[in-house]
């Protein structure tokens, strides 16, 4: 199943066919719409002529700030996002030799292996690491043995992530499942 995440073709089909891609779409889904979040690595790919974890790692980070800032954007804030990015694709070049599917194949891992190497990525904390277990078992058939234990609640049916998202109707209710959770945490405060 080919990945709709963004409603831009170009992006989806980076995202579809490069785990790092996608791995970077997951780090910059954070106070941005999900959509723009995912469509970022098809912009940086576009503007480095590829996506390789070796030169986005090596590239000098003041040269790599300027092109995440490049309108359109890569983020939000793009300056602080670079940095980020730049130490991902680090960790995946030192630790996992570039291959960033290695964090889910290395040693047949378990779900809770999985997650616990996400977790170790840097600006990927519990919420973001389980979302994206949830999104390689959900739409990229890889399931470690225990994964949905280690997805936790992104794990069930519910649509509540990028892990649910398949077209645009699946985007509306997973961004309608949050805002009724944003309401029942603004209820149970008052």
């Known amino acids: 199943m080919a990945l709709w995440m963004t409603g831009d073709d170009t992006a989806d089909r980076l995202l579809d066919s490069d785990p790092f891609a996608l791995l970077l779409g997951m780090l910059l889904d954070q106070q941005v719409a999900m959509e723009t979040a995912f469509a970022g690595p098809a912009k940086i790919a576009d503007r480095m002529g590829g996506l390789d ?3 986005v790692a090596d590239a000098d980070p003041e040269e790599f700030a300027a092109l995440c800032a490049t309108p359109p ?23 996992y030799d570039g291959d960033v599917s290695r964090l889910w194949t290395d040693g047949d891992p378990d779900g809770a292996t999985v997650l616990k190497r996400l977790k170790a990525l840097p600006g990927f904390g519990d919420q973001k ?38 077209d645009a109707e699946s985007l509306a209710a997973v961004r309608a499942t949050k805002q009724a959770a944003k309401a029942a945490a603004k209820a149970a405060k008052a």
Do not use: C, N, T
């Open 53 to 55: 974890p070796r030169r």
């Open 73 to 95: 954007a890569v983020h939000r804030y793009p300056g602080s996002m670079a940095g980020r990015i730049q130490a991902v694709a680090r960790a995946v070049v030192e630790d």
């Open 129 to 166: 690491a389980r979302i994206f277990l949830a999104l390689l078992a959900k739409q990229r058939g890889v399931r470690p043995a225990g994964w949905q234990e280690a997805a936790g609640a992104y794990g069930d049916d519910v649509p509540r992530s990028i892990a649910d998202v398949v």
